[in-house]
Structure formats: C-alpha cells, structure tokens
C-alpha cells in the first residue's frame, strides 16, 4: 500500500500556479529523493502533504486515509522537519523534546525514556540540559530533527534539512536518516544536493515550475536521457598508433591523452567495451579502467536546462 498518495493536487498563490496538477505515490519503508530548483514547487508540495497548507483541487491520502479528514490522526504518526529550524530557543534540548513529545500524546515514563532515546540517537545526549542559543547549526537541526522524531512517526517529511551545515553534523544527520530507514521509517527528503539522493534514495522525483517533470530510480532516470559514455584507461605505453586505433572503433566519439591517461567519450550502450579493452591490453600492460556513468546531476541539467548545484537559496 502507498504510504503517500497524492492525485493531481493543484496550489495557486494569487494568480500564481505553484503546484500544477501533481501526481505522486510513496510506498511504504521507500525514501523518496525530491529534487527542483528554487521555486519548483517542492516546499509547498511537502507543506500539502504534511497539511500546513491547503490546496485547491486534488487529494492526499496518507496511511491510506484521505488526508484533509483525517489530518490529525495522521499527524501523530507524522513528523516534518521544515526548512526553518523550529526549536525553541528558550527551552532546553530535553525541555524542547517534553514539549514536542507531549503534543504527540507521549507522557510519563514512555516520554522520559523517548527523550533520551532521541537525544541518544541525534548524539546530543550531554547537551541535554542546554539551551539550544548555545548550540552550532548543525546541532540546532539535530535537535530540530529529535523533535520531528520523538514519537517515532511512521513517515517523516524532511525538506532540505542539511543546507547551511557544517560537513560533520551533515553527516551525522544523513547517518541518522539511514538508520531510521532501515527501521521501517519512510522518509520524502528534498534536497539541492544532488550526491545525498543519490546515495540513499530508493527513488528520486525531479520537480520544475510546479511540475514533476521525471521520476524514478537513479537507473531509470539516467536510462531517460542521451549521454556520453566516459571510459578512462591508463597503459603503461600510451602510444599514438593506440590512440589511433581506439579511434576506428564502433561507437567511439573522442579520443585524448593526459599522461597516461586515455580518454574515450563513447556512445552509451555501443557495445564496445570488450573491443576497446582488448586493444588497449594488446599495446602492453593496463593499470586501470574504468566507465563512468552519467550523475544525477547531468540528468537533471538535461531535464531542465538548469544547473542545481549553482542554485542558491532564496
Ligand atoms: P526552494 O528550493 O527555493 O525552497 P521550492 O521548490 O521549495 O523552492 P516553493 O517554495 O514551493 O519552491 O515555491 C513554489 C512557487 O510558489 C515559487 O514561485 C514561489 O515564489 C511561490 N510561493 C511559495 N510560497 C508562496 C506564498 N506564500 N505566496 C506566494 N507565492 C508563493
């Protein structure tokens, strides 16, 4: 069954289109990467499906219940972690944790013991007592994060929560969001950094000017477009007859030399991998060879002329 469903939900702002009929299914155990450049429409989906903001045509089913009738029932099994750190600054950790955790119901022992769990778990367990006005960014989005996660929601909503943070706590957040996956959490996790869907989600969604303009695994997204195959193989003898004969291979588009290293830019799928290998083993020794596919960022440049990496935030 689809955790998440979401069918031709339409948002307007004014005159303004920000979700233009969208589609989307999540199932169950699944981290679903939701990747767009500034103003695709990605926060206001999230914002929709975690219900902080209507939309004006379509539905949302959640746990499989329609989601406006049943928002609160399906928020306690919820938890979104929004682009704006929510914590409040005039709480400790733990006190920020009582109050969020009470929210969801969780009391006495239960909630003790959830507390330190949490705190455990985001590696802030020693700054239990502390005011978070003390605390790096990346600690301030740990404890966001705790907070979001203390009642232990079946699905949780993130939306870009790693801008802005230095590379530990980002990894530490990562190694968090991996372990709550393999606990059985679905996770929607939006990102302008291309390397952390790539890394981790089952399945990517590339949203633009409020549309899904492609979906799929990182494989089926790559199969979607027309790319140059790079093969990379350094010989021991790198001579101008080798370089040559590469050339007069089928499919084979490009050849150059750095050092030792060839260069062949290939035709995808032309088949000729074992022929270009056995070449280059005839001109002498080979000490190494690879291929390299495209990224997920020559997808996306592909699908929407833009480049997500050099996109900032607003
Ligand atoms: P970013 O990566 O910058 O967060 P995004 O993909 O999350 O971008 P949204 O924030 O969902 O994009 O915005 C989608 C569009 O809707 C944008 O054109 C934005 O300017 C517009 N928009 C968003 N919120 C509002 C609002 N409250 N009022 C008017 N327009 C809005």
Do not use: W
Not at 249 to 264: A, F, H, N, P, Y
């Amino acid at each position: 069954m689809a955790e998440v469903r979401v069918k031709s939900i339409v948002k307007r702002y004014g005159s303004h289109l920000a979700l233009d009929n969208v589609d989307l299914e999540i199932a169950e155990g699944e981290v679903l990467g939701l990747l767009g450049p500034n103003g695709a429409g990605k926060t206001t989906l999230i914002h929709a499906v975690s219900g902080i903001i209507g939309f004006d045509s379509g539905e949302i089913n959640v746990f499989g219940r329609e989601q406006k009738s049943n928002l609160l029932e399906i928020k306690r099994q919820m938890g979104v972690v929004t682009q704006e750190i929510a914590v409040f600054h005039d709480l400790t950790a733990k006190e920020n944790l009582q109050f969020f955790g009470g929210i969801y119901g969780l009391k006495g022992q239960e909630l003790k013991e959830r507390i330190e769990k949490t705190l455990e778990f985001v590696g802030l367990s020693q700054y239990a007592n502390k005011l978070p006005t003390t605390f790096s960014g990346g600690m301030k989005r740990r404890l966001n994060i705790a907070c979001a996660i203390v009642h232990r929601p079946k699905l949780l909503i993130m939306d870009e929560p790693t801008v802005g943070i230095d590379p530990q706590s980002r990894n530490h957040i990562l190694e968090t969001i991996r372990q709550l996956n393999e606990q059985g959490t679905t996770i929607i996790y939006s990102t302008h950094y291309m390397e952390e869907v790539q890394n981790f989600a089952s399945r990517v969604v590339i949203m633009d000017l409020g549309y899904v303009i492609a979906e799929g695994t990182m494989n089926d997204l790559v199969k979607k477009i027309q790319h140059e195959e790079k093969i990379k193989i350094e010989v021991a003898d790198p001579a101008e007859d080798l370089l040559q004969k590469l050339r007069r291979v089928d499919g084979v588009k490009q050849v150059s030399l750095t050092g030792r290293e060839i260069l062949i830019i290939s035709q995808v799928g032309a088949g000729n991998l074992d022929r270009v290998l056995s070449i280059a083993k005839a001109s002498g020794e080979i000490h190494s060879f690879y291929t390299e596919k495209p990224t997920l960022e020559d997808v996306f440049l592909t699908l929407t002329g833009k480049q997500l990496r050099d996109v900032g935030r607003k």
